[in-house]
């Protein structure tokens, strides 16, 4: 009998530009949904931690908010937030679309990935959706820019290579503790994920223009009926008026319809029946307020 190999754990840290699937490649290792997706930049704002655990090891992930060139404080906030873990963690998933293009954006990943130590693995991803020869290529191009330890093309929509891209990170991690039960899958609070999954709707159901500037603020979550139905009362915050007419809709066709999206991820998060109720209120600036954006959740001690 071989000798029984001993129990890892570590922190992996899931950078790359917005919107290149962090989120969805998250969610496929962990094998449940916990970050919200959604085609427009900008969607996660915070450090998500989540938990993969198998007889090997346990990974801990923080999904980073995209590094982008910040606006305001908010976006201050979830660069600086991005760049201070790339420090922290045992490995670095970079995630890039397999494409040759390298702009401005992933130069200055690759300058914040250069300036630590930590071994950072290349995750070309989206493969179901191009030709073998532009991963190639992809590879090609991206291979110098950085020290990679290893490059692992994968689809984070269809799980393909996602074994790889387990047993790789596993390598680089020491023997260490099981930080968290072998059932937990994220250390978000409950609050923080039905909030994440109202704004998830909120961003796929809104015009362009509204969805960064809205957060969402949970009033109260009261179990009823001995805990078989949850009351849950929202409320969406955004920055003008005119958004607060759109998200309400004609005759509150919208918010009915953001609100029956976001249920059905609640209920399922939950296992239990919901009954949410949304209201809109006007905060206007309150992405540039310290006191607001700690409100909503988007300041923590990390600095």
């Given at each position: 009998?071989?000798?029984?190999?001993?129990?890892?754990?570590?922190?992996?840290?899931?950078?790359?530009?917005?919107?290149?699937?962090?989120?969805?490649?998250?969610?496929?290792?962990?094998?449940?949904?916990?970050?919200i997706?959604?085609?427009?930049?900008?969607?996660?704002?915070?450090?998500?931690?989540?938990?993969?655990?198998?007889?090997?090891?346990?990974?801990?992930?923080?999904?980073t908010?995209?590094?982008?060139?910040?606006?305001?404080?908010?976006g201050?906030?979830m660069?600086?937030?991005?760049?201070?873990?790339?420090?922290?963690?045992?490995?670095?998933?970079?995630?890039?679309?397999?494409t040759?293009?390298?702009?401005?954006?992933?130069?200055?990943?690759?300058?914040?990935?250069?300036?630590c130590e930590?071994?950072?693995?290349?995750?070309?991803?989206?493969i179901?959706?191009?030709?073998?020869?532009?991963?190639?290529?992809?590879?090609?191009?991206?291979?110098?820019?950085?020290?990679?330890?290893?490059?692992?093309?994968?689809?984070a929509?269809?799980?393909?290579?996602?074994?790889?891209?387990l047993?790789?990170?596993?390598?680089?991690?020491?023997?260490?503790?099981?930080?968290?039960?072998?059932d937990?899958?994220?250390?978000?609070?409950?609050?923080?994920?039905?909030?994440?999954l109202?704004?998830?709707?909120?961003?796929?159901?809104?015009?362009d223009?509204?969805?960064?500037?809205?957060?969402?603020s949970?009033?109260?979550?009261?179990?009823q009926?001995?805990?078989?139905?949850?009351?849950?009362?929202?409320?969406?915050?955004?920055?003008?008026?005119?958004?607060?007419?759109?998200?309400?809709?004609?005759?509150?066709?919208?918010?009915k319809?953001?609100?029956?999206?976001?249920?059905?991820?609640?209920?399922?998060?939950?296992?239990?029946?919901?009954?949410?109720?949304?209201?809109?209120?006007?905060k206007?600036?309150?992405?540039?307020?310290?006191?607001?954006?700690?409100?909503?959740?988007?300041?923590?001690?990390?600095?």
């Open positions: 009998m071989g000798k029984k190999e001993e129990f890892k754990s570590g922190f992996v840290a899931l950078i790359g530009r917005p919107n290149v699937g962090k989120s969805t490649l998250m969610n496929q290792l962990i094998g449940q949904k916990i970050a997706t959604s085609a427009k930049p900008q969607t996660t704002r915070n450090r998500i931690q989540t938990v993969y655990t198998d007889e090997r090891g346990q990974i801990i992930f923080l999904d908010p995209g590094i982008h060139k910040a606006k305001n404080k908010l201050e906030y660069v600086n937030v991005a760049e201070q873990t790339l420090k922290e963690v045992d490995v670095i998933l970079w995630l890039v679309e397999p040759t293009y390298i702009g401005a954006g992933e130069q200055h990943i690759a300058e914040q990935i250069n300036r930590t071994p950072a693995i290349l995750v070309i991803n989206k179901d959706t191009v030709k073998k020869e532009e991963i190639l290529a992809c590879i090609d191009k991206y291979k110098d820019i950085c020290r990679f330890t290893d490059i692992i093309p994968v689809s929509l269809t799980g393909e290579n996602k074994e790889d891209l047993d790789t990170m596993m390598k680089y991690l020491e023997p260490g503790p099981m930080y968290y039960d072998e937990t899958i994220t250390d978000q609070p409950e609050r923080q994920i039905v909030a994440e109202i704004r998830e709707q909120a961003l796929k159901l809104l015009s223009e509204i969805p960064h500037g809205i957060a969402v949970i009033e109260s979550m009261k179990e009926h001995g805990g078989r139905l949850m009351e849950i009362h929202a409320t969406i915050v955004c920055e003008r008026d005119s958004h607060k007419g759109m998200i309400i809709g004609k005759h509150g066709a919208m918010l319809k953001i609100g029956t999206g976001a249920r059905y991820g609640i209920e399922a998060l939950l296992g239990v029946q919901v009954n949410l109720q949304l209201w809109v209120k006007v206007k600036d309150w992405r540039e307020s310290d006191f607001l954006l700690k409100n909503f959740g988007y300041y923590d001690d990390q600095r």
